[in-house]
Protein backbone atom coordinates (compact mmCIF):
# COMPACT_ATOMS: atom_id res chain seq x y z
CA UNK A 1 0.00 0.00 0.00
CA UNK A 2 1.68 3.49 -1.16
CA UNK A 3 1.72 6.36 1.57
CA UNK A 4 2.89 9.75 1.93
CA UNK A 5 4.36 10.66 4.92
CA UNK A 6 5.38 14.24 5.73
CA UNK A 7 7.87 16.00 7.96
CA UNK A 8 8.91 19.05 9.08
CA UNK A 9 6.25 20.94 10.40
CA UNK A 10 6.67 23.13 13.32
CA UNK A 11 6.77 26.69 15.16
CA UNK A 12 8.70 29.29 13.77
CA UNK A 13 8.35 33.45 14.08
CA UNK A 14 7.09 35.52 11.36
CA UNK A 15 10.17 35.91 9.11
CA UNK A 16 11.58 32.39 9.90
CA UNK A 17 12.23 29.42 7.61
CA UNK A 18 10.61 25.85 7.66
CA UNK A 19 11.41 23.20 5.06
CA UNK A 20 9.01 20.21 4.74
CA UNK A 21 9.36 17.16 2.96
CA UNK A 22 7.72 14.34 2.30
CA UNK A 23 8.27 10.85 1.14
CA UNK A 24 6.40 8.39 -0.80
CA UNK A 25 6.61 4.78 0.74
CA UNK A 26 6.00 2.08 -1.19
CA UNK A 27 5.91 1.75 -4.75
CA UNK A 28 3.89 3.23 -7.59
CA UNK A 29 4.76 2.62 -11.30
CA UNK A 30 5.01 5.01 -13.49
CA UNK A 31 5.77 8.94 -13.32
CA UNK A 32 3.98 11.06 -11.20
CA UNK A 33 3.41 14.59 -10.24
CA UNK A 34 3.96 15.56 -6.35
CA UNK A 35 2.76 18.75 -4.31
CA UNK A 36 1.61 20.53 -0.98
CA UNK A 37 -1.74 21.89 0.02
CA UNK A 38 -2.84 23.66 3.27
CA UNK A 39 -5.59 24.37 5.30
CA UNK A 40 -6.23 26.60 7.71
CA UNK A 41 -9.01 26.08 10.76
CA UNK A 42 -12.06 27.72 8.93
CA UNK A 43 -11.00 27.55 5.81
CA UNK A 44 -11.06 25.37 2.18
CA UNK A 45 -8.21 23.43 1.42
CA UNK A 46 -5.91 25.50 -0.73
CA UNK A 47 -2.94 24.61 -3.55
CA UNK A 48 0.71 25.88 -2.66
CA UNK A 49 2.85 23.96 -4.95
CA UNK A 50 3.00 21.45 -7.59
CA UNK A 51 5.56 19.98 -9.51
CA UNK A 52 5.89 17.05 -12.34
CA UNK A 53 7.57 14.30 -12.23
CA UNK A 54 11.03 15.74 -14.59
CA UNK A 55 10.54 19.09 -12.80
CA UNK A 56 9.99 20.81 -15.61
CA UNK A 57 6.70 22.14 -14.35
CA UNK A 58 6.60 24.00 -11.44
CA UNK A 59 3.68 25.69 -10.46
CA UNK A 60 2.70 27.71 -7.24
CA UNK A 61 -0.28 29.31 -5.24
CA UNK A 62 -0.54 33.14 -6.00
CA UNK A 63 0.08 33.65 -1.84
CA UNK A 64 3.53 31.63 -1.65
CA UNK A 65 5.14 33.03 -4.96
CA UNK A 66 8.49 34.25 -4.48
CA UNK A 67 8.58 32.60 -0.96
CA UNK A 68 8.31 28.90 -1.08
CA UNK A 69 9.87 26.90 -3.49
CA UNK A 70 9.25 22.77 -4.18
CA UNK A 71 11.87 20.38 -5.24
CA UNK A 72 12.30 16.63 -6.23
CA UNK A 73 14.89 14.28 -4.29
CA UNK A 74 17.25 12.46 -6.44
CA UNK A 75 15.22 9.35 -6.21
CA UNK A 76 12.04 11.00 -7.55
CA UNK A 77 10.35 9.54 -4.37
CA UNK A 78 10.42 12.23 -2.15
CA UNK A 79 9.01 16.12 -2.71
CA UNK A 80 9.99 19.04 -0.55
CA UNK A 81 8.82 22.34 0.09
CA UNK A 82 11.28 25.23 1.44
CA UNK A 83 9.39 27.85 3.38
CA UNK A 84 11.05 31.09 3.84
CA UNK A 85 9.46 34.59 5.36
CA UNK A 86 7.17 32.76 6.63
CA UNK A 87 4.04 35.06 7.58
CA UNK A 88 1.48 34.11 10.74
CA UNK A 89 -1.15 33.53 7.61
CA UNK A 90 0.93 30.43 6.58
CA UNK A 91 -0.17 28.81 9.66
CA UNK A 92 -1.87 25.82 8.45
CA UNK A 93 -2.02 22.02 7.91
CA UNK A 94 0.25 21.32 5.24
CA UNK A 95 -0.58 18.31 3.01
CA UNK A 96 1.56 16.28 0.53
CA UNK A 97 -0.29 15.10 -2.29
CA UNK A 98 0.05 12.76 -5.37
CA UNK A 99 -1.22 12.67 -8.71
CA UNK A 100 -0.34 9.84 -10.71
CA UNK A 101 -1.36 11.17 -14.34
CA UNK A 102 1.44 13.76 -13.62
CA UNK A 103 -0.50 16.45 -15.24
CA UNK A 104 0.07 18.03 -12.00
CA UNK A 105 -3.97 18.81 -10.74
CA UNK A 106 -5.36 15.52 -10.92
CA UNK A 107 -4.51 14.70 -6.66
CA UNK A 108 -5.56 11.04 -5.92
CA UNK A 109 -3.66 10.24 -2.64
CA UNK A 110 -2.82 12.35 0.47
CA UNK A 111 -0.64 12.77 3.66
CA UNK A 112 -1.62 13.46 7.34
CA UNK A 113 -0.60 16.13 7.00
CA UNK A 114 2.13 18.08 9.27
CA UNK A 115 1.34 21.19 11.41
CA UNK A 116 3.01 24.86 10.25
CA UNK A 117 2.47 27.73 13.24
CA UNK A 118 3.77 30.96 12.25
CA UNK A 119 3.55 33.15 15.41
CA UNK A 120 3.78 37.24 14.92
Known amino acids: QVQLVESGGGLVRAGGSLRLSCEVS????????MGWFRQAPGKEREFVAG????????YYGDSVKGRFTIDRGDAKNTVHLQMNSLKPEDTAVYYC?????????????WGQGTQVTVSS
Open 97 to 109: ALDKTNMVNQWDL
Open 51 to 58: ISWSASRL
Open 26 to 33: GRIVGSYA
